[in-house]
């Protein structure tokens, strides 16, 4: 069994990043039970304050091999950190799941959540 990651910006379907996740099975849309900043500047960046929206993004299963390599994109953990979130299914299911923040706001503010 795999391990969920929640993402929110170039790793969704559609963007360029997503080929990382070719071979992991979509769970389906979400959003984060919690409230955290989205900025942009380009790509996204996660930030925990302030508490601005509920993020909206993917849902993904995803074996070892491949949060490695999203690890590495990321550059956790000096760039991104990634760290254990609730996000909540379509389906209203509550699920565990990793996502990346960043250490600090970069860029615009996204009030809607959505890259």
Same mark, same amino acid.
């Given at each position: 069994m795999g391990e969920k990651l929640f993402?929110? @910006?170039?790793?969704? !379907?559609?963007? /360029?990043?997503h080929h990382y996740l070719s071979e992991s099975?979509?769970? @389906?849309k979400a959003i984060t039970k919690e409230r955290y900043a989205l900025y942009s500047d380009g790509i996204p960046f996660l930030v925990k304050e302030p508490p601005v929206s509920r993020i909206k993004g993917e849902l993904y299963?995803?074996?070892?091999?491949?949060?490695?390599?999203?690890d590495l994109l990321e /550059? $956790?953990?000096?760039?991104? %950190?990634r760290e254990k979130i609730v996000v909540i299914l379509e389906d209203g299911r509550e699920v565990?799941?990793?996502?990346?923040?960043?250490? $600090?706001? %970069? /860029?615009?503010?996204? !009030?809607? /959540?959505?890259f």
């Open positions: 993402v929110y @910006g170039t790793l969704k !379907r559609g963007y /360029g990043n099975e979509f769970l @389906g299963e995803v074996d070892s091999e491949t949060l490695e390599s999203v /550059g $956790h953990p000096s760039v991104y %950190r565990e799941a990793w996502a990346y923040f960043y250490p $600090h706001p %970069r /860029g615009e503010l996204l !009030r809607s /959540g959505e």
